[in-house]
């Protein structure tokens, strides 16, 4: 009996470290299958910076950028090159456009060029040299006519996005991405009680909030001004929500900002974001504004 007992211990024992194996394996797979993004505004760097670029990006986990297009100023070569070599470390590279004007349908010509060069583009290249999606920037409530007019600058800006989505998917496999502000579920669809938020979410592959603060918890921290937009699209969408947040110098309140706290701070902030979103599957990861800075940044610590 001695014996039997003896073997049922090493048999539990057995199954609890295999068991704990699993789960940390799960948790693993888990943190490693989110995002980490950055934007690239200043693409012309690539011309001499392009290793560079790739190595910060390695050094700090980053698997997706934002890589803003700018045709006049940077030769198709050039972009290749930098997917190409993106994509050999594991980083995904979506095409970044946008513009507060882009909002209005009488702008629509700027969406459409976008869509019609990086579909150019893509064709023109091989398939590891290809952007994996388009990911806009256009903040229409930096519009004057946002005061005078919102409910009308909504219904204009909820038309081109669609627009973008439906004209994006057409024939490519390519995502379809956009930046937005924490607050934007203070914004109903006009003629209906939905979320800008919610519509988004429903419509686009992922949105990017711009959920700028440097603390992840407490009052006016990241989690509370995300959860309820999180919490949202946890019914609607799984991997729909990469959180924000920046480190580039600004005016607008050391609280909006990691540039006085560094990027470990930032890093730590960032740990704790994730532990307390992993359990919602509409989060997907973070991204950090912007390359420049956070570049900056860490250089700024090295000297010291």
């Known amino acids: 009996m001695q014996v039997l007992r003896r073997y049922s211990w090493l048999w539990i024992a057995l ?3 295999t068991v704990t ?3 940390m394996l799960s948790l693993a797979s888990t943190r490693s299958a989110l995002t980490k993004a950055t934007w690239i505004w200043d693409a012309k760097q690539m011309k001499t910076q392009t290793d ?4 910060f990006a390695e050094k700090n986990d980053i698997n997706l950028i934002y890589l803003h297009v700018e045709p006049a100023a940077v030769a198709p070569e050039t972009y290749r090159t930098f997917i190409e070599k993106a994509n050999q470390a594991g980083i995904k590279v979506e095409a970044l456009g946008g513009d507060p004007n882009w909002a209005l349908t009488a702008n629509r010509q700027s969406i459409d ?7 150019a583009f893509n064709r023109s290249a091989k398939p590891d040299e ?3 999606g ?3 920037d256009i903040e229409p409530y930096l519009l004057p006519a946002w005061k005078e007019d919102q409910a009308e600058i909504v219904r204009q800006w909820l038309k081109n996005v669609s627009y973008l989505a439906a004209e994006t998917k057409k024939d490519t496999d390519l995502a379809v991405g956009a930046d937005l502000p924490f607050w ?14 919610n519509w988004m979410v429903q419509r686009l592959d992922s949105i990017t909030l711009m959920a700028y603060r440097n603390q992840a918890l407490g009052q006016n921290g990241i989690v509370e001004i995300v959860e309820k937009i999180v ?3 946890n019914v609607r969408k799984k991997g729909s929500v990469i959180v924000g947040v920046n480190i580039m110098e600004t005016m607008e309140g050391a609280h909006v900002s990691f540039y006085e706290e560094g990027t470990k701070e930032m890093n730590n902030q960032l740990a704790i974001l994730q532990e307390e979103l992993s359990n919602n599957p509409a989060f997907a990861g973070s991204a950090i504004h912007d390359y420049e800075s956070w570049k900056h940044a860490s250089q700024r610590e090295e000297q010291l």
């Open 15 to 17: 199954l609890l470290v």
């Open 21 to 23: 194996s699993i789960i």
């Open 52 to 55: 560079e670029m790739i190595e």
């Open 113 to 119: 060029d976008l869509i019609s060069w990086v579909k």
């Open 130 to 132: 290809q952007f994996s």
């Open 134 to 136: 388009i990911h806009v």
């Open 184 to 197: 934007i579920d203070s914004v109903n669809v006009p003629g209906s009680d939905e979320k800008v938020s």
């Open 231 to 233: 919490d949202d699209a």
